[in-house]
């Protein structure tokens, strides 16, 4: 296999666009779209934490809320959601939270509500872009952008950024990451599959480069919002 099915090379992203500032109801927002999966996140807050049982004396808390429209994939989503996507929006929020000064915020939540209206593949990877885009368009202090992106083996080759196509191929190795590319630290790894140690370090290095891509398209994307006109 020389080329990938969708005729990508094996270290190509696909076609990514961002738009900032996109939902005038959230104090924050952005769409991400890579390929045909589209993710849309609005961000709210520092705001008062309720019910108040669960605030934090010390810091802010992070709630993320990943869900997917019921026509987002083929075969019809029920609505609301599922045992996956209330655990994507842990692994969501595990990814987002080394990013965000909480500690700026004691007592209030941050919220981050995700949805995705298209899906083929690294949902929760579109899900992270986005939802970073969306807290700094808030003015949530950050440390950093977080950058993400699906990596993995299809048909013994590394590749990166996985369709759904090279998901569901047979033995496929799927691994998400998510970087804060500025402070060089991984927030989120994790693997579907099995690959050797040489091939673990290749796919970090291969999942990095992505997001070093992806960071730059993110940045571009907030500056245009910012852009005096
Ligand atoms: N998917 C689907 N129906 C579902 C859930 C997922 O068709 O109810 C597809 C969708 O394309 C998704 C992919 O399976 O992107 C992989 O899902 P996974 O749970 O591995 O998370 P993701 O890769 O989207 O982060």
Request: hydrophobic share 40%.
């Amino acid at each position: 296999m020389e080329k990938r099915f969708d005729g990508r090379k094996f270290d190509e992203l696909r076609e990514i666009e961002v738009k900032v500032g996109i939902l005038s109801a959230c104090d924050g927002s952005a769409m991400f779209r890579i390929g045909n999966t589209i993710a849309i996140a609005g961000a709210f807050g520092p705001r008062e934490c309720h019910p108040k049982h669960l605030q934090d004396p010390e810091k802010a808390i992070l709630k993320c809320h990943y869900d997917m429209m019921t026509f987002s994939v083929p075969e019809r989503k029920s609505p609301g959601p599922g045992r996956r996507e209330i655990e994507l929006s842990s692994v969501i929020r595990r990814a987002l939270t080394p990013a965000i000064f909480l500690e700026e915020f004691p007592k209030t939540s941050i919220d981050v509500f995700i949805q995705i209206m298209q899906a083929d593949a690294g949902t929760r990877c579109a899900s992270i872009c986005a939802a970073s885009l969306a807290l700094a368009e808030a003015g949530i202090p950050m440390r950093d952008l977080v950058s993400a992106v699906g990596v993995g083996k299809v048909n013994g080759k590394l590749v990166l950024d996985l369709t759904k196509e090279e998901e569901d191929t047979e033995g496929a190795v799927d691994m998400p990451i998510a970087i804060m590319p500025g402070k060089k630290k991984i927030t989120l790894l994790q693997m579907d599959g099995k690959l050797s140690r040489d091939e673990l370090e290749e796919a970090i290095k291969l999942g990095v480069k992505g997001c070093l891509q992806i960071y730059e398209i993110q940045k571009k994307a907030l500056k245009e919002k910012y852009k005096v006109r």
